[in-house]
């Protein structure tokens, strides 16, 4: 180790173990079981633990797993956007329904259970995709689309749909992996739209919607738990770490293999640049680097921070560029915590658009602003929901032609006038997100 390498690691670990609350720091002088302590981590607290609910909706599970869908099916999936539709109108996704029947049981078992985890073992993947990411997916979007199916109670339908989505994306939340996490925030947002176009069709009554609000408010998991995240990402990337170095020295038989495969690009610059690069370096970056992230995350969800994150990435591998592990174990959190922002601003804007409605049952207008909508509803959180998380201000909302609009100007941050644009004006010619009226694609 250089002279500038054990200055870093001096200065790094007094601030790092401070704090119990992290992977046990690597020091290359026994091996360390970082799967035994995720497992303790994400565990803690929590009664339900085995065996797995989910496992029937595996694929390759003794079951059969929940059955994907191509071609035709997946064409009919978009097609019906959260409009009632009839077996013959898509007899293709209607047969695919069925087929996936028994799998929804199975989902309608697994969510009645308060916690939820996934034990990692030796060897573990960390966030490499785990079976049930895949099938739940699956099983999200069929069993709404089963919801939507014609039928005499399409309110009950719908409304047990949308809590067994929020009470699954709940359960991925926990696990603390990223890849868990970006299923339920991926699944969640299908709720919100869901719920927006009942509103416009009349299946839920305006006079309804204030017990809807309860209903989501009670169920939705909210923001994910980045802080758990973020240890779980450190306690991988050390014991990915630890394994290509067992001993804290270039081990030429790892990277061999690398050297030779065409699965890695720059796998031959990569193998060579190892063996001049300095695991325990590589350790104290990573340790640096995740201790910054944790800082960048905590509070409340705003689009800056993913800004804050990405630039905490492009630093640390800048001023380590010359250490290959940090080169490919230092984790880019900020394409993640986008995505996570823009949900939390659906799910407050859907949230909103339930609190008009149920002033407007109420009252017979509509409020003149957001502050005006009545407090005698009882609704919870309503000063914190008027905030848009892409700005920290208020989400825009106007009366136009005695109707409401209400939108959030998006990543751009630029207000459109409620130019509704469904990739949260990311498009070439920017928009807004529309709320409401409902924007059907």
């Keep these: 180790m250089t002279l500038a390498t054990a200055m870093t690691v001096a200065l790094l670990l007094p601030t790092i173990s401070d704090n119990p609350e992290r992977p046990p720091q690597l020091t290359f002088e026994k091996h360390v079981d970082y799967a035994a302590w995720v497992n303790d981590l994400v565990s803690r607290g929590k009664a339900e633990l085995s065996p797995d609910p989910y496992e029937g909706l595996y694929p390759g599970s003794p079951s059969g797993g929940m059955p994907g869908f191509e071609g035709v099916v997946r064409e009919q999936f978009d097609k019906y956007h959260y409009r009632v539709w009839k077996a013959e109108d ?47 997916g699956r099983a999200s979007r069929a069993l709404i689309a089963r919801a939507w199916m014609k039928q005499d109670q399409q309110a009950n339908a719908l409304t047990h749909a949308h809590k067994n989505v929020l009470r699954l994306a709940e359960h991925l939340q926990q696990t603390g992996q990223l890849i868990g996490n970006m299923v339920g925030i ?3 947002p299908m709720v919100y739209d869901s719920l927006a176009s009942a509103l416009e069709h009349g299946i839920i009554k305006p006079e309804n919607a204030a017990s809807v609000y309860r209903r989501i408010h009670k169920y939705d998991p909210r923001s994910p738990d980045w ?85 905490i990435a492009k630093d640390a591998k800048q001023r380590y560029q010359v250490n290959v592990y940090v080169e490919m174990l230092l984790s880019d959190l900020s394409g993640s915590y986008e995505r996570a922002v823009m949900t939390e601003s659906h799910r407050r804007g859907t949230l909103l658009t339930l609190a008009l409605h149920a002033h407007y049952a109420k009252h017979g207008k509509w409020p003149e602003s957001l502050k005006k909508i009545d407090k005698k509803l009882g609704f919870k959180a309503l000063k914190t929901l008027r905030r848009d998380p892409f700005t920290g201000k208020s989400f825009k909302y106007e009366l136009k032609d005695g109707q409401p609009l209400l939108y959030s100007v998006g990543y751009d941050g630029k207000d459109d006038g409620g130019r509704h644009d469904p990739k949260w004006g990311e498009s070439d010619n920017g928009g807004d997100f529309v709320f409401w009226p409902y924007q059907r694609p």
């Design 227 to 311: 802080d758990l995240i973020i240890q779980v990402e450190w306690a991988y990337q050390l014991d990915v770490l630890q394994n290509m170095c067992p001993d804290g020295k270039y081990n030429a038989e790892h990277w061999k293999g690398m050297a030779e495969t065409d699965l890695v690009d720059d796998g031959a610059r990569i193998a060579k640049l190892a063996a001049t690069s300095d695991p325990r370096e590589a350790t104290a970056a990573l340790d640096q680097h995740f201790t910054d992230l944790r800082q960048a995350v905590a509070g409340s969800p705003r689009l800056r921070k993913s800004t804050e994150l990405s630039r």
């Design 90 to 136: 898509y007899p293709e996704l209607a047969a695919y329904i069925k087929t996936c029947s028994p799998y929804l049981d199975i989902l309608d078992q697994a969510v009645k259970r308060k916690d939820f985890w996934l034990p990692v073992r030796k060897g573990w993947t960390g966030t490499m995709p785990h079976p049930i990411f895949l099938g739940t």
């Design 186 to 188: 991926i699944a969640r």
